[in-house]
């Protein structure tokens, strides 16, 4: 059985960035899935030896009239019940916001386990809103920097548990 990860959170959070980060060189395996979820990116990731699917969420190109909001959650919800652990990206230098917090609640109640990422924790600018990220009742964030390649270690140790 392949250990799936899924990335999910609002946009421009850094879920592409990251995705791309743990895909590395592998870009070619990338594939999108017609018909399923237009624009979902699944990838073999490898870090640190651990090897595993990664899939990355993305956009609101579903034409419904429904909500940014209902779209978000109808792909996201797809995404993390497919996989065995979802990644919820926050950015940390924007700090948590209302969005996040829908995103939190509604992951809380799946029962896909969910592990907190503070993205863009790259030098101090990231701090205000690693602290804020507690108040979102999923345990301990891993500050990471998706763009600097910082914080892989602690992300593979967070994974680790659930492979
Ligand atoms: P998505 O909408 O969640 O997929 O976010 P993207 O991956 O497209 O990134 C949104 C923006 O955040 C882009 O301008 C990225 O360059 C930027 N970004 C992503 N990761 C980092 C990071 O670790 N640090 C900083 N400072 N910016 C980042
Ligand atoms: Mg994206």
């Known amino acids: 059985m392949t250990f799936t990860v899924a990335i999910v959170g609002r946009p421009n959070v ?7 980060r743990l895909i590395g060189r592998k870009l070619a395996i990338v594939h999108d899935q017609p018909g ?25 190109e579903d034409e419904t009239d429904d909500s940014i909001e209902a779209r978000m959650r ?46 863009k924790c790259e030098g101090k600018a990231g701090a205000p809103g690693l602290y804020e990220c507690y108040a979102l009742g999923l345990g301990e964030p891993v500050p990471v920097s998706a763009e600097h390649g910082e914080g892989l270690l602690e992300l593979f140790e967070a994974l680790l548990p659930h492979a």
Do not use: E
């Open 14 to 20: 850094g879920k592409s960035t990251l995705f791309n």
């Open 36 to 60: 399923i979820t237009r624009d979902r990116r699944d990838g073999d990731a490898s870090l640190l030896g651990l090897d595993f699917r990664v899939v990355d969420t993305a956009g609101f």
């Open 74 to 119: 109808r792909q996201t919800d797809r995404a993390v019940a497919d996989a065995d652990v979802a990644l919820l990206l926050i950015d940390a230098r924007a700090g948590v916001t209302p969005l996040d917090r829908h995103f939190a609640d509604h992951l809380r109640r799946q029962r896909t386990p969910v592990i907190l990422v503070a993205n």
